[in-house]
C-alpha cells in the first residue's frame, strides 16, 4: 500500500470493511481482521468456572457471534452457579443469555466434571483451572480430540511440562489447534513492535529487565467444613503446586514476552527471594518477592523482579537495551523510533483475539499449536527462575529440562488430604 493511498483510508475503515492485516500491514500494524461470516454455531465447553474462567467464556463469546456455551465443570458447584449468573446477565457479561446453552444436566460439579464435558460434542474446550490442574486436562482433551483454548501457564513443575509437550505433539500430529492465553502474543501492537526488534531498529540487545511489581492479592478464608484439598483449591494462589507461585502463575507474561524478544530460551538463572510481608501459614508456601538474573546466549543478561507487597511502588514492564535504541512500554525510541498511542489502537482485545484466532484456525481446518511454538518455553522458563531463587543455586536450562521435579499430589487430586510442602528453603535445591 503506497503512502497516498494508507492516508485516505482509516483505521475505522479498516475494521468496519473487514480488510485482513497482518501484524507487518505498513500504517494499520494493529488491525485485526473481522470474523469470518458463518452461521455455524461453535459449541464450547469451560472447565474452570471463577473468575477468569468466566472471563474466557465470554471473550469467546464476544469473539464470535456463532459461540455457543453448551459445558460447564469446576470442582465446586458454587463456582458454577457464580459463573453462570455472571454469564446470563447481559449487564455483567454483555452477552445474549440464549448464547448460553448450559443446563443442570451439562454442569458438572466435582474433581472428574472435565471428563464430562469432554464427553460432550464441543468444538473446542477452555481449559481455565489452577494451572496445577493443567497437564491432567490438557491431556485428556488432547485424547478426546478437542481443539483447546488453555489459559497460562502450562504447569508447574517440569513433569507436568513435559506432559503438556507430549500431548501438544499429539495435538499437531491430529490436526488440533491449541492457543494459549499469553497476552502478547495475541497483540498486533506488541508483534510489531518485537518484528521491529528483530529486523535491527535497536541494534544488538545487549541487556534487560522486567518488572511485575504490584501489591497483594485475595484470600477466599477458611470453612471447618471444608477439607485440605478444598482449602487449598478454594485459595490455590498460595500453594505452589496449583500457581507456580506468584514467577510461574503471573510473571509467565513477562517471561514469554522476554523470549520473544531474546528469539531464544534462558541459558540458565540465578535469583534469591523469600516470605517478607506474607508470613501468615494461610498462606501456604509461596513465597511474596524474587528476583532473578536470566543469562541468554551472547553473555546477554535479563533481570526479572517480582513483588507482592501492599503500600509500595508498583512498576510493570519490559525494557531493552540495544546498540541504537531502546525498547519499552512506550514503544522503541532512539535510531529508529515507533509508538502508537493507546488511544489510536484499534485492535481487538488480545482476550477476545485468542479466541477468534482458534475458531478462525478451526474454521479454516489450519491448525495453530502455541504449546509447541512458545507457551511450554515460558512456562518452563518461570519454572528455572523460581527453582533457581528456590534453591540459591544457578541453574541451566538443560537441567530444569530434565528434571524429575513432580509438585502434583501422590495418587491424584481428589478431595481429603493435600499436600502439605513448607516454602523452599535457599540452600535446599529441588533439581
Not at 461470516?37 to 474466557?56: E, F, H, W
Not at 497476552?183 to 508483534?191: F, P
Not at 529486523?199 to 540487545?205: E, N, R, S
Not at 540495544?322 to 482485545?349: H, V, W
Request: glycine fraction near 10%.
Amino acid at each position: 500500500m503506497k503512502k497516498s493511498e494508507e492516508s485516505s483510508v482509516s483505521r475505522r475503515d479498516f475494521l468496519v470493511t473487514g480488510v485482513t492485516a497482518t501484524a507487518t500491514l505498513s500504517g494499520f500494524p494493529f488491525v485485526h481482521a473481522a470474523p469470518a461470516q458463518d452461521t455455524k454455531p461453535i459449541k464450547i465447553g469451560l472447565v474452570g468456572c471463577g473468575g477468569r474462567g468466566t472471563g474466557a467464556a465470554a471473550d469467546a463469546m464476544h469473539a464470535d457471534p456463532n459461540v455457543r456455551l453448551v459445558a460447564m465443570a469446576d470442582p465446586f458447584q458454587d463456582r458454577i452457579d457464580r459463573s453462570l449468573k455472571t454469564l446470563k446477565d447481559p449487564d455483567s457479561s454483555g452477552i445474549d443469555s440464549e448464547r448460553i446453552e448450559v443446563t443442570n444436566e451439562t454442569c458438572f460439579a466435582g474433581m472428574d466434571g472435565y471428563e464430562k464435558v469432554l464427553a460432550m460434542d464441543i468444538d473446542y474446550v477452555c481449559l481455565v483451572s489452577p494451572p496445577g490442574f493443567r497437564p491432567m486436562h490438557f491431556e485428556a482433551a488432547v485424547n478426546a480430540g478437542k481443539h483447546i483454548f488453555a489459559e497460562k501457564p502450562l504447569g508447574t513443575d517440569p513433569v507436568g511440562v513435559r506432559r503438556i509437550r507430549t500431548a501438544a505433539q499429539k495435538a499437531k500430529d491430529t490436526g488440533l489447534s491449541v492457543v494459549v492465553g499469553l497476552n502478547a502474543r495475541h497483540s498486533l501492537y506488541s508483534a510489531e513492535l518485537v518484528k521491529r526488534v528483530h529486523d535491527g531498529a535497536i541494534g544488538k540487545v545487549f541487556g534487560g529487565r522486567s518488572y511485575r511489581m504490584h501489591g497483594g492479592l485475595w484470600h477466599r478464608g477458611s470453612d471447618p467444613s471444608w477439607t485440605p484439598m478444598e482449602y487449598q483449591c478454594r485459595n490455590w494462589y498460595y500453594f505452589c503446586w496449583l500457581s507456580g507461585d506468584q514467577i510461574t502463575e503471573m510473571a509467565v507474561h513477562s517471561m514469554d514476552f522476554v523470549n520473544w524478544v531474546m528469539n531464544s530460551t534462558p541459558l540458565s538463572a540465578l535469583g534469591s527471594g523469600g516470605r517478607t510481608v506474607r508470613t501468615d501459614p494461610k498462606y501456604g508456601n509461596i513465597w511474596d518477592h524474587m528476583s532473578i538474573d536470566y543469562e541468554y546466549p551472547d553473555d546477554v543478561h535479563v533481570i526479572l523482579m517480582v513483588r507482592q507487597w501492599d503500600r509500595c511502588t508498583d512498576a510493570m514492564g519490559n525494557f531493552f537495551a540495544g546498540c541504537d535504541g531502546t525498547l519499552g512500554r512506550q514503544g522503541i525510541a532512539g535510531k529508529n523510533p515507533y509508538s502508537i498511542p493507546r488511544s489510536e489502537r484499534t485492535e481487538m482485545p488480545s482476550g477476545r483475539y485468542e479466541h477468534w484466532k482458534l475458531i478462525d484456525s478451526i474454521k479454516n481446518e489450519k491448525a495453530v499449536n502455541n504449546a509447541l511454538d512458545f507457551a511450554a518455553d515460558s512456562t518452563l522458563t518461570t519454572i528455572l527462575g523460581r527453582e533457581a531463587a528456590y534453591s540459591g543455586q544457578r541453574i541451566t536450562w538443560d537441567k530444569i529440562l530434565a528434571s524429575d521435579l513432580d509438585l502434583a499430589p501422590q495418587g491424584g487430586i481428589r478431595f481429603g488430604p493435600a499436600p502439605e510442602r513448607p516454602p523452599a528453603v535457599p540452600g535446599q535445591p529441588r533439581v
